[in-house]
Nanobody
């Protein structure tokens, strides 16, 4: 599975961004079975799970972003999304998408939140 993340950028605190991750080289029926996740890594910190979503659509969101971030998926488009609202400077990081079953990672997209 090849994953391509996009949608990062520079935003002021309180703003919003929507990240998108597209899965190529994936048969549609196989994508349906994927468990997908968004991770982030800030400078000098460990990579951490932000949110994941199962094949049935069950979503889990880290406590640090609960109420602000939402993960979703569009199986027909082979995409997963991370809607990020009320962004804070501490959300600044490189964000990665991952297909957990095959441990496939996208290339990362930079999110920078200015205060």
């Amino acid at each position: 599975v090849q994953l391509q993340a996009s949608g990062g950028g520079l935003v002021q605190a309180g703003g919003s961004l929507r990240l998108s991750c597209a899965a190529s080289r994936s048969i549609l029926s196989v994508f349906w079975g994927f468990t997908l996740g968004w991770y982030r890594q800030a400078p000098g910190k460990e990579r951490e799970l932000v949110a994941d979503i199962s094949d049935s659509g069950t979503a889990n969101v880290a406590d640090s972003v609960k109420g602000r971030f939402t993960i979703s998926r569009d199986n027909g488009k082979r995409r997963t999304y991370l809607q990020m609202n009320n962004l804070k400077p501490e959300d600044t990081a490189v964000y990665y998408c991952r297909e957990i079953t095959t441990d496939s990672w996208g290339q990362g997209t930079q999110v920078t939140v200015s205060s």
